[in-house]
């Protein structure tokens, strides 16, 4: 049988949980703040929509000489951030797309779209407590990472459905991981799981046959 807590261990717990949750308010506030304020240079987004910008009227490759991309940042007006285009030449071919509409409208699709695809993750990886998803939004992470436009949301559901995925339908499975690699640091991601799979071979097809599809589609489009 379990003690039963002291009436001043509760307050204590009470003011703690207080106290954090203030804090934690508070940082999130500040966060929110320096991501939406006019002179706030580091918007994620602003950097992937001036490289679609950029390759659909420069050269392509030249997206990767920061002094360029600058300049040409210059050129569009606003407030863009100046962190220099570090991705892999096959994002261009959803950046491009995605940079004919105008900014205001670029990143309310990419915020609504991403997030839209980690909650279908969320919830299909939270059967039968599906409505735990609902957390999700709510998380000071979430909110960060719709203000500034970044690429959490598109992370967290590439690899929650490729790890589902990976267990019943190992090719598809090895695929959506092998689409973690649109970012640098994650590639990695793919080789640590991949070989944990039922049939490790096909989840490796899967992601080789992607990441090879799209390597060959930018070089087609782009050149690199």
């Given at each position: 049988m379990?003690?039963?807590?002291h009436?001043r261990?509760?307050?204590?717990?009470?003011l703690?949980?207080?106290?954090?949750?203030?804090?934690?308010?508070?940082l999130?506030?500040v966060?929110?703040?320096?991501?939406?304020?006019?002179?706030?240079p580091?918007?994620?987004?602003?950097?992937?929509?001036?490289?679609?910008?950029?390759?659909?009227?420069?050269?392509?490759?030249?997206?990767?000489?920061?002094?360029a991309?600058?300049?040409?940042?210059?050129?569009?007006?606003?407030?863009?951030s100046s962190?220099?285009?570090?991705?892999?030449?096959p994002?261009?071919?959803?950046?491009?797309?995605?940079?004919?509409?105008?900014?205001?409208?670029?990143?309310?699709?990419?915020?609504g779209?991403?997030?839209?695809?980690?909650?279908?993750?969320?919830?299909?990886?939270l059967?039968?407590q599906?409505?735990?998803w609902l957390?999700?939004?709510?998380a000071?992470a979430?909110?960060i990472?719709?203000?500034?436009?970044?690429?959490?949301?598109?992370?967290a559901?590439?690899?929650?459905?490729?790890?589902?995925?990976?267990?019943?339908?190992?090719?598809?499975?090895?695929?959506?991981?092998?689409?973690?690699?649109?970012?640098?640091?994650?590639a990695l991601?793919?080789?640590l799981?991949l070989?944990?799979a039922p049939?490790?071979?096909?989840a490796?097809?899967?992601?080789?046959?992607i990441?090879?599809?799209?390597?060959?589609?930018?070089?087609?489009?782009?050149?690199?």
């Amino acid at each position: 049988m379990s003690a039963v807590p002291h009436p001043r261990q509760r307050r204590l717990a009470a003011l703690l949980a207080v106290v954090v949750l203030a804090a934690g308010t508070a940082l999130l506030l500040v966060e929110l703040s320096l991501l939406l304020g006019p002179g706030f240079p580091g918007n994620d987004f602003t950097v992937l929509w001036s490289a679609g910008r950029f390759a659909a009227q420069q050269p392509a490759a030249q997206v990767y000489d920061a002094a360029a991309l600058q300049a040409f940042r210059h050129g569009l007006g606003g407030t863009l951030s100046s962190s220099p285009f570090l991705y892999p030449p096959p994002d261009l071919l959803l950046l491009v797309p995605l940079a004919q509409l105008p900014l205001p409208a670029a990143v309310a699709l990419w915020n609504g779209a991403t997030l839209g695809l980690a909650l279908l993750s969320a919830a299909l990886a939270l059967r039968p407590q599906r409505w735990l998803w609902l957390a999700l939004p709510m998380a000071p992470a979430a909110l960060i990472t719709l203000a500034a436009g970044q690429t959490g949301f598109l992370e967290a559901a590439l690899a929650l459905g490729g790890a589902q995925l990976l267990w019943r339908r190992p090719a598809w499975g090895g695929a959506l991981l092998g689409l973690l690699a649109f970012k640098p640091q994650l590639a990695l991601l793919p080789l640590l799981l991949l070989p944990f799979a039922p049939r490790p071979g096909a989840a490796v097809a899967g992601a080789g046959a992607i990441l090879l599809g799209l390597l060959l589609a930018s070089l087609a489009a782009f050149g690199v």
